[in-house]
């Protein structure tokens, strides 16, 4: 595993959704290529990402089972900021 991979299986790739589970090892990152839909992140574990974005860098504390929702075309670089693993579940929303 490179410095910038994160190990990613997909669940579900449908019509509507696809549902992700990623597993970044302790300070790796993924750095995607765009955001293209709408999508829902639910973190598996607590703990600490750093999100990189062009001019900043966001510190956030992601808690277990909390869900987050991102935009459409926002796609920062993200760090797993832990000592540990940082899994998550990523579902994107496919427009349909």
Known sequence: MSDTDAVATVKVDNARVRVTEWRFAPRRAHR???????????????????????R????QR???????????????DVRNANSSS???????????
């Open 32 to 54: 995607p290529s765009s955001a293209r839909v709408r999508y829902v992140v639910v973190p598996l574990t607590t703990g600490s990402l750093t999100a990189h974005r062009p």
């Open 56 to 59: 900043r860098a966001r510190h």
């Open 62 to 76: 992601a808690p277990r089972r909390q869900p987050y929702y991102r935009d459409a075309g926002v796609a920062p």
């Open 86 to 96: 940082s899994p998550f579940i990523e579902i994107e929303l496919k427009d349909a």
